[in-house]
């Protein structure tokens, strides 16, 4: 082998030195993932470079071809050891499996057998020799088929190993800059001394600048272990352990500025990860001004912190600690901050709730199982006067008393220990030996796995409350008796038993078998009313010698009480075998003035009388003071009643004498209650119903009597009565009597009224049989005239019918022979047809007034209303009746007054009937002179026609009867005008039957007037 | 100037007659005793005046009229009814121009025919 020295190897033999020291290093951080794979690139790339170094110092053919080989170690390792390498520094945790590495290794281990015998097959080098420019000489070679495969294969390689390098980077977001850098270059280098090689663009023919390109691949990130610390701040640790984590961490450099942060610590802050990194801590924290001044130049810290006010309100943990490299040099500070803001919640809600126990106003005491006390809280103590001290260990057992009966306790634990809440009460005893009450409400807790861990008793004191009930049944009981004895003072009992009742009362509702009362009477007490072994009697009189403790209440008028009576220097000798303890004596008093003195007493030593006790004893004995004082009273009624029973007497007789007439009267007489029920009957009623006896109708409803298609009508007459409260009615009803005879009763009927309500009726009833029978015989002859008119008015609709016709001829012809139609006619012949047509129109006249007043007789007259005109009416009537009126040489004057309605609302036809009927009548009556027709208006509804004459006028004691069918008024004064018939009759009733009016004015001589007043009807 | 028309449809021939006398001054008049009769003739001719009895054989009255109404070229005919019978001339006066209640005057008739056809319908 020979060498000779060239400069181009200088480069190579540094990179392969460099390569050899990233190995030893990497190799000695070989835990670390990629590491070791790491460790063999670098060894393959200083192989490579000092194998390239030694072909191109090589002098002959044969040293070349052998280095050129060599070189072939690292060309067919690196590419796998850089995809080895990337692919476990990206996957930190899952490194390449060594079956995949072996299986990728087979190629370049077939590779490298190809290249040691490329002599033989040329499939590596198909040619090789010197190649030399300049001052450098290298391999040449011409590359043969494997060669081409392997290439191909290795770039394949290459490429992977660089797409995890160029992954770790886009992701790595938390590596320094030049971390990043180192990557970048270590990807990217042996890519572009490759790229140089193979396009040619090298500076020296044949210059592999590949080896180069790892040198500086490996130097690079040799540099990013030595400076950067790549391989030591672990991108996985970063990933798994610092992204993830919920606490904040923060890394300062030496200068302040942020190196590195995690998502946790970016959110608290309120940055994001890009914006964070590389900022001045200062420009961080620049929310937090208080907190930014007080760490900014602190090395080591642990403390609580809270930022943010009221719900956002926040709590930390922080930590700040130094971070030094080996030679202990300070080169950051690591930040770490632990949310604890939950637990500063718990912990809040908690010391709430403890304060809440504290100061809680009922007492509550907490016991493990087995009834341990473990907590009471102040008001326990305030309570019972133990202190938590006191309590502690001890059972509750404390504050037991008799009071509270066994039965309460074992219920108690039974309630409990299954789990259950209890209620109840005791009466417990306090340290100072006073007895209380209270209700308990006892629960308890329960662990997650349904285990009871302790029990809560929460108590309130009821003593007070308990107090106040008992008082309120002793009122009670009071007011009871107050009430009972106000009944017996109102039924007028007797005094002794009155008394007796009160003082019994009294005793009974202060527990005290013995009671007595004693009257004063003059100087001495007397005894009343007394319980039986006293050796007193009822009666008996006590001086101030036998019973002190009443005189003594006397003379004091305040109750007197002595707590044990057995003991007392001035008691009593009785007979009793259980003495008296505790006595009360309570003066009575009216006034100033002590009347009487009531004793009450117990024999169950220690049993006193409590102070509420006392005040009812007091109650008690005004109670008895009234009644005495009352007594007064009572005599005064007492005579009040007799006056009263003289009366009752008086009104007894008055009552024998009204019953006397009621008994005998002709009329039915009853009384009903409200609903209905007869109560009382009068014998008369009896008799003509054909009872026998007054029960057979007592309680019975009148409806009973009434025939039954009345009864609903009736009763609802009643029931109307009863409603409005109506005093008289009188009603005609039909009834029934018990031999079935149907019977006429007209019934005065009186609702009787008690405090304003109508509690029953009395009636008074006639048997009106007999004029009913009258009434109705009469309704029948008139419903039989009403037909008779009927059949008279058909009859002569029927008949007039068959006389018009024949008429019809009679009065045309005489009309046409009477105006010379068939011919001249002589005088005489004249007036015979001048006859005949007056005499035919008289009949006709006839027969119409005839058929009206059947119609008006029969009620068939229709009147046919219409709107029609005054004055119209006026005008077509001086049309007609001016012919006439001239005959008679007299003058027709028609007057329409200016108040005369325009329109009224009337039937003109028979308008027009009555206007002819009076007008005609006016010139018949009236030999000279004029008759006038006026109309006007009467008042606002009513209007009028006026017929005037200056004719014979109507005697006045004829005026009332011309109205009158068929009446004549004097026929000498008609002389031949016959028929003064219908006519004015038919027209009175037609002026009725429209709601008006006919007025007659007349002086014998002088004239007639006919007034006709009839409504407007506007509609 | 001929006269006008006036057709008496009256089955009394000497109520027609007197009729057809009273009016003849002013009307030419044709005499119909029987309903049908008077119909086929009115089919021919337009009449200004009709004087119909209600009562007729065959043809009740009460049909002509309503015939007579509701035939348009009858439109400018006037009518005037007469009848026996009082009820009926009440009920009717307010659907014909003039209703007569028998006995009818002859002065009356001609002075109301002259008036009725003085008026327009």
């Keep these: 082998m020979h060498f000779l020295y060239s400069p181009y190897i200088v480069p190579l033999f540094a990179a392969g030195a460099i390569s050899v020291w990233v190995a030893y290093y990497a190799w000695s951080h070989r835990t670390v993932s990629g590491a070791s794979a790491l460790a063999l690139l670098a060894l393959a790339v200083s192989d490579w470079a000092i194998g390239y170094a030694l072909e191109i110092a090589g002098a002959d053919l044969a040293t070349k071809v052998w280095w050129a080989k060599v070189e072939y170690i690292g060309t067919t390792t690196i590419p796998l050891l850089w995809l080895v390498f990337c692919y476990n520094y990206f996957n930190q945790n899952r490194p390449m499996p060594a079956r995949v590495i072996a299986g990728l290794g087979l190629l370049p281990l077939l590779t490298l057998v190809l290249v040691f015998t490329t002599e033989y097959h040329g499939l590596i080098w198909s040619r090789y020799f010197i190649s030399r420019t300049g001052d450098f000489s290298s391999l040449g070679v011409v590359h043969g088929l494997w060669f081409w495969i392997y290439w191909i294969y290795a770039y394949f390689l290459l490429l992977i190993g660089t797409y995890f390098i160029i992954r770790l980077i886009r992701r790595k977001h938390g590596l320094y800059r030049w971390q990043i850098i180192a990557l970048i270059v270590a990807a990217v280098a042996p890519w572009v001394g490759n790229f140089l090689y193979v396009s040619g663009l090298t500076p020296v023919a044949n210059l592999d600048l590949t080896s180069y390109g790892f040198t500086v691949a490996v130097v690079s990130i040799a540099w990013g272990i030595f400076r950067l610390q790549l391989i030591n701040l672990l991108p996985l640790a970063r990933d798994t352990v610092v992204d993830e984590m919920e606490d904040g961490m923060i890394v300062l450099d030496a200068r302040g500025r942020v190196a590195d942060i995690n998502p946790a610590a970016a959110a608290m802050i309120g940055f994001s990860i890009t914006q964070a990194i590389g900022r001045s801590a200062v420009e961080l924290f620049g929310r937090w001004p208080a907190l930014t001044k007080k760490y900014e130049d602190v090395l080591d810290a642990f403390e609580e912190i809270s930022v943010g006010e009221g719900e956002s309100q926040r709590w930390f943990e922080l930590s700040l600690a130094p971070l030094r490299n080996k030679d202990k040099t300070l080169v950051g500070r690591l930040i770490t901050l632990h949310d604890i803001t939950k637990r500063r919640q718990v912990d809040e809600r908690l010391l709430q709730l403890s304060r809440a126990v504290e100061a809680s106003p009922a007492s509550i005491v907490i016991t493990d199982v087995s009834g341990q006390i473990q907590y009471v809280n102040p008001k326990f103590t305030a309570v019972t006067g133990y202190t938590l001290q006191d309590a502690l260990g001890n059972n509750p057992r404390i504050l037991k008393t008799d009071q509270t009966p066994p039965e309460v306790h074992r219920q108690l634990w039974e309630t409990i220990l299954a789990g259950k809440e209890w209620h109840g009460e005791f009466c417990n005893r306090k340290k100072n030996g006073e007895l209380y009450w209270e209700t308990a409400s006892i629960s308890p807790i329960i662990d997650a796995d349904g285990k009871i861990i302790n029990f809560v008793a929460v108590k309130e004191d009821i003593t007070e409350h308990r107090r106040m009930q008992a008082q309120l049944q002793v009122q009670n009981r009071y007011l009871t008796v107050l009430h009972e004895i106000t009944l017996d003072l109102l039924n007028r009992r007797e005094l002794d038993d009155l008394l007796r009742a009160i003082v019994n009362h009294a005793a009974d509702l202060l527990h005290s078998p013995y009671r007595e009362i004693m009257l004063k009477e003059g100087n001495e007490l007397v005894v009343h009313s007394f319980t039986p072994n006293q050796g007193f009697l009822s009666g008996e009189r006590v001086g101030r010698d036998i019973a002190k403790l009443a005189w003594q209440a006397h003379d004091a008028g305040q109750p007197v009480i002595l707590e044990d009576y057995s003991t007392w220097a001035d008691r009593r000798t009785t007979d009793d075998p259980a003495p008296w303890s505790a006595v009360a004596e309570f003066p009575v008093m009216v006034g100033q003035r002590c009347v009487a003195v009531i004793g009450i007493g117990r024999s169950r030593p220690g049993q006193l009388f409590t102070p509420e006790e006392i005040q009812t004893g007091i109650l008690f004995s005004r109670l008895v003071g009234l009644v005495l004082d009352n007594i007064n009273l009572y005599t005064s009624a007492m005579q009040e009643i007799a006056e009263r029973k003289r009366t009752e007497s008086l009104l007894q007789e008055s009552e024998a004498r009204y019953r006397q007439i009621v008994e005998t009267a002709n009329d039915l007489i009853y009384r009903t209650d409200a609903q209905g029920h007869i109560l009382y009957v009068n014998p008369t009623s009896l008799r003509l119903f054909g009872l026998d006896r007054i029960e057979d109708i007592l309680g019975k409803s009148y409806l009973d009597f009434i025939i039954p298609d009345w009864r609903e009508k009736v009763r609802r007459l009643y029931v109307r009565q009863f409603l409005s409260g109506e005093s008289n009615t009188y009603f005609e009803v039909p009834v029934l009597t018990l031999d079935g005879h149907e019977l006429w009763l007209g019934q005065n009927v009186q609702v009787i009224r008690d405090d304003g309500r109508v509690v029953g009726f009395q009636a008074v009833a006639r048997d009106i049989t007999a004029i009913k029978q009258a009434q109705e015989a009469l309704a029948i002859a008139r419903d039989q005239a009403q037909e008779a008119n009927h059949l008279k008015s058909d009859l002569l609709a029927r008949v007039s019918h068959e006389l018009r016709t024949p008429l019809s001829g009679i009065l045309g012809y005489a009309e046409l022979l009477r105006d010379n139609t068939f011919g001249p006619l002589s005088e005489d012949q004249r007036r015979v047809a001048k006859t005949i047509v007056e005499s035919s129109e008289y009949l006709t006249n006839m027969i119409n007034d005839l058929l009206d007043q059947a119609q008006i007789d029969a009620k068939k007259l229709v009147l046919r209303f219409s709107e029609c005109s005054p004055a119209d009416l006026l005008g077509g009537l001086k049309e007609i009746m001016a012919v006439s009126a001239q005959k008679k040489g007299l003058t027709l004057r028609t007057v329409l007054e200016p108040d005369a309605p325009v329109t009224v609302y009337s039937d003109p036809q028979r308008l027009r009937q009555i206007l002819i009927n009076l007008v005609a009548n006016a010139i018949k009556f009236t030999k000279q002179g004029e008759v006038s027709i006026r109309i006007l208006g009467a008042n606002p509804t009513h209007w009028a026609l006026q017929v005037s004459d200056t004719g014979i006028g109507i005697p006045e004691e004829s005026q009332a009867i011309i109205f009158e069918p068929f009446q004549k008024v004097d026929s000498s004064l008609t002389g031949r005008n016959r028929g003064f018939g219908l006519g004015l009759s038919i027209t009175k009733q037609l002026v009725d039957l429209m709601g008006g009016q006919l007025e007659l004015a007349s002086k014998v001589g002088e004239g007639t007037t006919f007034l006709v007043t009839l409504p407007i009807n506007k509609r | ?121």
């Design chain 2, 1 to 121: 100037m001929s006269k006008p028309l006036a057709l008496i449809i009256e089955d009394d021939f000497e109520i027609a007659n007197i009729m057809s006398i009273s009016l003849a001054n002013e009307f030419e008049t044709e005499q119909f005793a029987d309903g049908r009769a008077a119909l086929s003739r009115l089919a021919q001719v337009i009449p200004m005046l009709i004087i119909l009895d209600l009562h007729l054989p065959s043809l009740s009255g009460t049909d002509i009229f309503a015939r007579v109404r509701s035939d348009a070229r009858l439109e400018t005919t006037k009518v005037i009814l007469c009848t026996a019978d009082a009820l009926r001339a009440e009920s009717l006066r307010s659907q014909a121009d003039i209703v007569l209640l028998k006995p009818i005057s002859p002065a009356q008739l001609r002075q109301l025919a002259s008036r009725l056809i003085g008026e327009p319908r």
